[in-house]
């Protein structure tokens, strides 16, 4: 899907349902990693899958404005939507594309990763076709994800046999490792180690890769440092943890969510008519008002499951959700609560009793979960 997320004032009363970000507090985060490593460290921004469900373009604004040297993401798709935005920073594309997608890529000017051979004469081909100067490839090693990317122990000889071909150079060598309990965490150390070696035999051998880059959000969390020039975050930028808390603190990290908005499109009064006393369509209910918010499956919302009980704010106080349907939340109205159509419901919001975290455990999801069933549903206003 291609996010498309702008939006003014008329488009947002004829689906009156959104979600806001803080630039502020994206900033923030963005300074937080700063802090966290030697100066002259570069910093790429994971903004993949969405930006974590936040927006990639207003998000990308934000950290182009602040300087953020790179931005990664695994989608070509995203990577256009970038551009549309006007987004000029640099962009890694993490591996997502085929072999015979590099001509695509090197005509975007995007960074593509390499892996393997095949990915590596594609792109040598493709530089052949599209481009003057040599063309700067990334090579992704894995060192125990077990995810994409070439073998440690295959990295040097694949590096080798990349400076050998025409038209593409290796400007950067990364591995991604992350954890979210103590034993991930010393698994992490074990295996970073290797890909530190590494990096020091091809130093040792003269070849030298400008960009160097192996610490993500679980490990600048733990705050570990290295001698790579780059570290690549994504979920502290938006103030999530890949982290359980017994391991580490998210505090200094803020949520950039502000919420998922949604505006009362009809209060029902059930005292009255047909339907009295039943609630509407849910016939086994007693509610004599509800109200009712765009805000269903199709946005991102899901039902609380078990013995969950739902709510979002009006106002100050919590109503709550007795139904989820493809394309509307119904809420409960208590008597002394006045409502009109139009009023603001705060579905989700970054703290307080209808945090992220909180309406996702009513989900029985993991945060990072439902941000994933909201991304690219709505727009996006950073505020
Ligand atoms: C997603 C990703 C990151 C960022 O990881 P976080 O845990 O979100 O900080 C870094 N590197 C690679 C290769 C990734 O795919």
Same mark, same amino acid.
């Given at each position: 899907?291609?996010?498309? $997320?702008?939006?003014?004032?008329?488009?947002?009363?004829?689906?009156?349902?959104?979600?806001? *970000?803080?630039?502020?507090?994206?900033?923030?985060?963005?300074?937080?990693?700063?802090?966290?490593?030697?100066? #002259?460290?570069?910093?790429?921004?994971?903004? %993949?899958?969405?930006?974590? #469900?936040?927006? *990639?373009?207003?998000?990308?604004?934000?950290?182009?404005?602040?300087?953020?040297?790179?931005?990664?993401?695994?989608?070509?798709?995203? /990577?256009?939507?970038?551009?549309?935005?006007?987004?000029?920073?640099?962009?890694?594309?993490? /591996?997502?594309?085929? +072999?015979?997608?590099?001509?695509?890529?090197?005509?975007?000017?995007?960074?593509?990763?390499?892996?393997?051979?095949?990915?590596?004469?594609?792109?040598?081909?493709?530089?052949?076709?599209?481009?003057?100067?040599?063309?700067?490839?990334?090579? %992704?090693?894995?060192?125990?994800?077990?995810?994409?990317?070439?073998?440690?122990?295959?990295?040097?000889?694949?590096?080798?046999?990349?400076?050998?071909?025409?038209?593409?150079?290796?400007?950067?060598? !990364?591995?991604?490792?992350? $954890?979210? =309990?103590?034993?991930?965490?010393?698994?992490?150390?074990?295996?970073?180690?290797?890909?530190? @070696?590494?990096?020091?035999?091809?130093?040792?051998?003269?070849?030298?890769?400008?960009?160097?880059? /192996?610490?993500?959000?679980?490990?600048?969390?733990?705050?570990?440092? @290295? =001698?790579?020039? &780059?570290?690549?975050?994504?979920?502290?930028?938006?103030?999530?943890?890949?982290?359980?808390?017994?391991? &580490?603190?998210?505090? +200094? $990290?803020?949520?950039?969510?502000?919420?998922?908005?949604?505006?009362?499109?009809?209060?029902?009064?059930?005292?009255?008519? +047909?339907?009295?006393?039943?609630?509407?369509?849910?016939?086994?209910?007693?509610?004599?008002?509800?109200?009712?918010?765009?805000?269903?499956?199709?946005? #991102? !919302?899901?039902? /609380?499951?078990?013995?969950?009980?739902?709510?979002?704010?009006?106002?100050?106080?919590?109503?709550?959700?007795?139904?989820?349907?493809?394309?509307?939340?119904?809420?409960?109205?208590?008597? @002394?609560?006045?409502?009109?159509?139009?009023?603001?419901?705060?579905?989700? &919001?970054?703290?307080?009793?209808?945090?992220?975290?909180?309406?996702?455990?009513?989900?029985?999801?993991?945060?990072?979960?439902?941000?994933?069933?909201?991304?690219?549903?709505?727009?996006?206003?950073?505020?």
């Amino acid at each position: 899907m291609m996010p498309s $997320f702008e939006t003014d004032a008329a488009g947002l009363s004829s689906h009156p349902t959104w979600m806001e *970000i803080d630039g502020a507090a994206l900033r923030h985060n963005l300074d937080q990693v700063r802090r966290r490593v030697a100066s #002259g460290v570069k910093i790429i921004a994971s903004v %993949k899958a969405n930006a974590y #469900g936040h927006g *990639i373009q207003p998000v990308a604004k934000v950290l182009e404005e602040a300087g953020v040297d790179m931005l990664a993401t695994g989608s070509f798709v995203e /990577a256009c939507a970038l551009r549309a935005a006007g987004v000029s920073t640099p962009v890694l594309l993490l /591996a997502g594309a085929l +072999p015979e997608a590099m001509g695509e890529v090197l005509a975007r000017g995007f960074i593509p990763t390499v892996y393997d051979l095949d990915g590596a004469r594609a792109v040598s081909r493709a530089a052949s076709e599209t481009a003057s100067a040599p063309t700067p490839v990334f090579v %992704k090693v894995d060192c125990g994800l077990g995810r994409v990317g070439v073998a440690l122990d295959l990295a040097a000889a694949l590096i080798d046999d990349i400076a050998a071909m025409r038209n593409i150079l290796v400007q950067g060598l !990364y591995t991604h490792v992350s $954890f979210n =309990d103590s034993q991930g965490m010393a698994y992490s150390r074990e295996r970073l180690r290797l890909f530190y @070696d590494l990096l020091g035999s091809l130093k040792a051998a003269g070849v030298n890769i400008p960009i160097t880059q /192996a610490l993500a959000s679980s490990a600048l969390l733990m705050g570990w440092r @290295d =001698d790579c020039t &780059a570290v690549c975050p994504g979920h502290i930028l938006f103030g999530l943890s890949p982290v359980i808390p017994e391991l &580490a603190e998210l505090t +200094p $990290f803020r949520p950039i969510l502000r919420a998922v908005k949604s505006r009362v499109i009809q209060v029902r009064d059930h005292s009255s008519g +047909p339907d009295r006393g039943t609630g509407a369509y849910h016939k086994n209910r007693r509610q004599r008002r509800t109200a009712v918010a765009p805000c269903g499956m199709n946005d #991102g !919302y899901r039902a /609380a499951v078990g013995t969950h009980a739902a709510q979002v704010l009006h106002r100050d106080r919590e109503l709550r959700v007795i139904g989820v349907s493809l394309e509307h939340l119904t809420v409960e109205v208590p008597d @002394d609560v006045e409502i009109a159509v139009g009023d603001e419901l705060i579905v989700v &919001a970054g703290d307080g009793p209808v945090a992220l975290n909180t309406v996702a455990a009513w989900q029985n999801h993991r945060p990072i979960e439902a941000m994933m069933t909201f991304s690219a549903r709505m727009p996006v206003l950073a505020v």
